[in-house]
């Protein structure tokens, strides 16, 4: 593999990291492409060591912002969109508690957002699902200038790339690739977050779950994860190293 190569069909391919591998395995002809944004490729030297753990780390990543936030210790945080205030209080304390962690997440409404406001003095990366230049939600717009601005927004999709369900669900593995534990605050037992850390898992990740009270059905998958022998996130003062 070629850094220019890479480029070039993740250019083509909008990122699809499936169609960018059968490229390579058919080592497809390629022109070589000028970007003049910042991105990586996975033969760089500086691409996170974490992400080549994952089944299939994404071949570039699109890059704003502090590129440095990357060779800092990362802790992923997830949880629900439609959370409740006992959740929202706990990603705050966790936030704060692992101040010499950048924060990873996915800009999305609800707990990610939270998880970023409060990381932005110590460091956040936002992963996106779409192409680096779209903010979705649109909600979270002056989120992503701060960002932007302060921490940095990353993705494996180029400018452009209209925002398709299926990104959000690869996206996900990166977010569980960059952290080294994933904290789960809050998750239905329907919920997407399910997806995350099922990718957390596979690359050998720890994962910790808010436990909730059996009468708040918001946070029942938070539960079922523990049961299945996720760690319980009872106090983060407990948890001095990740």
Not at 13 to 37: F, M, P, Q, S, W
Not at 86 to 91: D, F, L
Request: aromatic share 8%; with cysteine.
């Amino acid at each position: 593999m070629k850094r220019e190569q890479l480029l070039a069909y993740s250019l083509k391919y909008k990122g699809d990291h499936r169609l960018i591998k059968a490229a390579l395995l058919r080592n497809e002809h390629y022109d070589v492409c000028t970007y003049n944004e910042k991105y990586l490729t996975l033969v760089d030297a500086n691409y996170p060591q974490s992400l080549k753990q994952l089944h299939d780390p994404p071949y570039v990543l699109y890059l704003r912002g502090r590129i440095d936030l990357l060779n800092l210790p990362m802790l992923s945080i997830i949880g629900s969109r439609n959370h409740g205030s006992y959740s929202a209080n706990w990603t705050k304390q966790c936030v704060e508690h692992f101040s010499d962690y950048v924060i990873v997440s996915g800009m999305a409404k609800g707990i990610d957002g939270l998880a970023h406001t409060h990381a932005l003095k110590q460091g956040t990366i936002a992963v996106l699902g779409c192409g680096i230049d779209l903010i979705y939600p649109k909600q979270n717009t002056e989120l992503y200038y701060l960002i932007a601005k302060m921490g940095c927004i990353l993705s494996e999709y180029p400018e452009g790339t209209p925002i398709q369900k299926h990104q959000f669900v690869a996206r996900n593995r990166i977010i569980a690739g960059l952290g080294s534990a994933l904290l789960v605050m809050e998750s239905h037992l329907k919920s997407g977050s399910m997806i995350t850390v099922n990718d957390a898992l596979d690359c050998g990740k720890d994962v910790y779950c808010l436990p909730f009270s059996l009468d708040m059905p918001e946070g029942q998958g938070n539960n079922l994860l523990i049961q299945q022998g996720a760690n319980i996130l009872t106090n983060p003062l407990e948890l001095t190293k990740l």
